[in-house]
């Protein structure tokens, strides 16, 4: 092997990787935050037992989880103009972040209130808890104490997929690693780099999100 | 890439030094007026300069060139599709009179064959429907520009357009097209014959043509010491710039007049 490392071509572009992390993160954050919502919404459809409910967003699910994300992102950003819906590029992959992640999210929600013994929410009947406290405290917050850590390696999925939204050019992790390389001609040592950082982020948020859930779910009785 | 094609050369060179001992003595106009036939290297796979079309024939800007030479000689035209990689050596080992392959001049290739005068316009520039009012690289300010990510017409743009430009980089040909087609971005920066393939399917936005960001036209390459050969092409390649047949190529296949100073 003749190849020379020289990580000093790549340290001039530390601010770009920076501002590369930056929006990363702005993209998993929104992503996760509506994606959550949405999914627990679907989720609450899908076990509500009406079938105007139920069906629409079994539609939705199955659609987002049998078709690839990459294909998603560009309906969204190079198909919708053509409706008039012209989004950005950081608007677009929000979108489909939340989309993506909303689908998937639902069915591992479904499974956390499906798991709920009916005879709990009997006994909070029986207690005079009115239906919203009873799936509020008894239904729902237990179910997602149940499903945080499925939820949060979903939510980890989503932030490594978002590297896939350097294609419609947003100026993510991904597409600082590409870039520099497209101009330093030093593949190996921008994704090298690259791939460190990813591994970092993706570490630091499941921690962060599950220690989260820990300080969330404080009290409530998962099983 | 870089590295096989200077092997490629290379290698060119090598055989031609071998082959063309034997032949330099030959007039090639002369073997190709006693045959009858005109042998001519053509892209096969590159709109709009030669590709199949839909009745399996080759056409476009180069094998319409090629045409009009072998019909000016006066004899008949006989094609063989090569590749951007062996164009050269065709050309070296005999087996092809001349090169039209959208071939582009460069020192290294002059080294080992030679140039006809320009017959076609090659650039890369910026491109945008005739609303958006761009004349020079100052006037990107605020525009946003769809470019392919590295290639030369980004190192390009980048250095020339201004801090409050936004590049749009994609990471290959057909998002840049897209994002330029789907109004995501105002402006394309892309190479002249890429917008002709776009112009060809009567695009909602038309790339039309801004201002120019490099040139390096086409020319038909010609074995090195064929004098009557290479005057006779740059005859054909003037009397049809004279009388209007290259900007008819020009209007046909690459959606554009022949520029002014060609």
């Not at chain 1, 009997?122 to 919203?132: M, V, Y």
């Not at chain 1, 001609?185 to 690259?194: D, I, K, L, T």
């Not at chain 2, 009012?133 to 006037?139: E, P, Y």
Request: proline share 5%.
């Amino acid at each position: 092997m003749t190849y020379q490392f020289d990580f000093g071509a790549i340290i001039g572009y530390w601010p770009m990787m920076l501002h590369g992390i930056a929006i990363t993160a702005e993209l998993t954050l929104f992503g996760t935050a509506l994606g959550i919502a949405v999914a627990v919404l679907g989720g609450w459809a899908r076990t509500s037992g009406k079938l105007w409910l139920n069906l629409p967003v079994t539609v939705y699910v199955e659609l987002i989880r049998n078709t690839p994300f990459i294909v998603q992102l560009f309906f969204i950003f190079f198909g919708l103009p053509a409706l008039g819906l012209r989004l950005d590029a950081v608007d677009a992959s929000i979108l489909a972040m939340v989309v993506n992640l909303g689908a998937y999210g639902t069915e591992i929600v479904r499974a956390g209130l499906m798991a709920t013994p009916r005879g709990q929410v009997e006994a909070g009947a029986s207690l005079g808890l009115s239906k919203p406290q009873i799936f509020w405290y008894i239904v729902l917050a237990p179910s997602l104490a149940r499903i945080w850590p499925a939820l949060a390696s979903q939510v980890v999925i989503v932030m490594l997929g978002s590297s896939v939204c350097s294609q419609i050019s947003v100026q993510e992790l991904t597409y600082v690693a590409s870039y520099i390389q497209s101009r330093s001609f030093r593949a190996f040592e921008a994704y090298f780099v690259v791939t460190a950082l990813y591994l970092v982020l993706a570490l630091a948020l499941r921690q962060a999100l599950l220690a989260a859930g820990r300080h969330l779910f404080k009290g409530v009785q998962a099983r | 890439m870089t590295t096989r094609r200077h092997f490629t050369t290379i290698m060119a060179a090598g055989v031609a030094s071998l082959t063309l001992a034997g032949r330099a003595l030959a007039d090639t106009l002369d073997d190709i007026t006693k045959s009858g036939v005109l042998r001519v290297a053509v892209p096969q796979d590159l709109p709009p300069w030669g590709f199949v079309g839909p009745d399996m024939n080759l056409q476009g800007y180069d094998i319409d060139m090629a045409k009009l030479i072998a019909a000016k000689i006066g004899v008949k035209l006989q094609m063989t599709p090569v590749t951007s990689e062996n164009r050269i050596p065709y050309l070296q080992t005999g087996k092809v009179d001349l090169i039209i392959s959208s071939l582009g001049k460069n020192p290294a290739r002059a080294k080992v064959i030679d140039f006809s005068d320009k017959y076609a316009p090659f650039f890369s520039g910026v491109f945008g429907p005739a609303t958006i009012d761009v004349k020079t690289a100052a006037d990107l300010a605020g525009k946003s520009i769809a470019v392919t990510r590295g290639n030369i017409e980004d190192i390009a743009l980048s250095k020339l357009a201004p801090p409050s430009a936004q590049i749009m980089r994609y990471g290959d040909n057909q998002s840049t097209i897209s994002a330029f087609i789907s109004g995501q971005t105002q402006l394309i920066c892309t190479d002249s014959s890429t917008t002709a393939t776009i112009m060809a399917q009567n695009p909602p936005r038309a790339p039309l043509l801004k201002f120019i960001l490099q040139s390096s036209p086409c020319y038909v390459g010609v074995n090195k010491n064929q004098p009557a050969l290479l005057a006779k092409v740059n005859a054909i390649i003037a009397a049809a710039k004279a009388d209007g047949t290259l900007n008819k190529y020009c209007e046909t296949w690459l959606k554009q007049p022949l520029p002014a100073d060609f």
